[in-house]
């Protein structure tokens, strides 16, 4: 890392201040060290991500009842703070979805995340958009729809990405 400071006894060359360059260790890579992965590591990474055969709903359940009742608990008290919890689940349900071959659900869930970054405050159409994105993330699990190219699932995404859509440009306009 290096940075710039300036010259404390205020030197001065043509009326600006000296600049002097200080490069710092970098003490991260002192610690864990330098260079790439073994191939063999990489390639036994990646057999287990491809043999992965844990089902993925058990793991998403837990994730869906969260978003379920923050939805329930913002309907009945609307405070955007408890709305703010659902970005936990939500993160978990994007990352996790391909992970346990789901990229389904991952990239419904990035539908959602994305246009939840994208919006200031909560109202009450960021809502239906949200009760939206659960009942097309349940309909994917239920269905055990793991393929993101599966029709219904390509409907799913491309009707909650247009309805995202829909909102943001009407807020711009």
Known sequence: MAYLTFNSSGSHVFGLNMAQLII???RLKEKVG???FKAESLAKAQKSLDENTIDFIPIAIPYMEEIHNVIAQ???N????AFGKLMDPLMQLRAQGTF?????????TDVVVDFLDSVEGIDAIILQIVVAYEASANAILKAKLMDENAP???????ELTAACNRYKAKQNK
């Open 78 to 81: 609307p405070n955007p703070s």
């Open 24 to 26: 710092t260790k970098n």
């Open 74 to 76: 913002y309907k009945a």
């Open 152 to 158: 219904a699932c390509a409907a799913l995404i491309t």
């Open 34 to 36: 330098s260079g790439g």
């Open 100 to 108: 346990f071959k789901y990229p389904s659900i991952s990239k419904l």
